[in-house]
């Protein structure tokens, strides 16, 4: 699978909150940053939907950027994002930037941010 790929294979476990597909396409060490600068592991991702604390009602991505050299990509995605997060309901415009690594023929995330864009 290409990274392309990937990054969309991503998406489509979000929308589903398949914890399954997620887990195989994190890496065991990932670390992500959300925009208030919580820093959250794969086991925090995971649970968030596997209790389902979030919710993604609707991921549509507006463009997506794909840089990949050799077992190292990068996807710099847009997406506008609606979910129930915690009980509330959330809406935003976010760019998610992934660093994706390459482990025997699969590519799988090992850092992540997601920032609001205008």
Do not use: C
């Amino acid at each position: 699978m290409d990274l392309r790929a990937a990054e969309r294979r991503l998406q489509a476990a979000q929308r589903a909150a398949d914890v399954e597909s997620l887990d195989a396409l994190l890496h065991p060490r990932v670390v992500g940053a959300g925009p208030d600068g919580t820093v959250f592991t794969k086991e925090d991702d995971l649970e968030s939907y596997r209790s389902g604390t979030l919710r993604i009602t609707g991921l549509v991505e507006e463009s997506l950027d794909v840089q990949d050299d050799g077992e190292t990509g990068v996807t710099r995605t847009v997406a506008a994002v609606h979910a129930v997060q915690g009980g509330a309901v959330v809406s935003a415009r976010l760019r998610y930037t992934r660093l994706w690594v390459r482990e025997d023929g699969n590519w799988r995330v090992l850092a992540a941010t997601f920032v609001p864009v205008q």
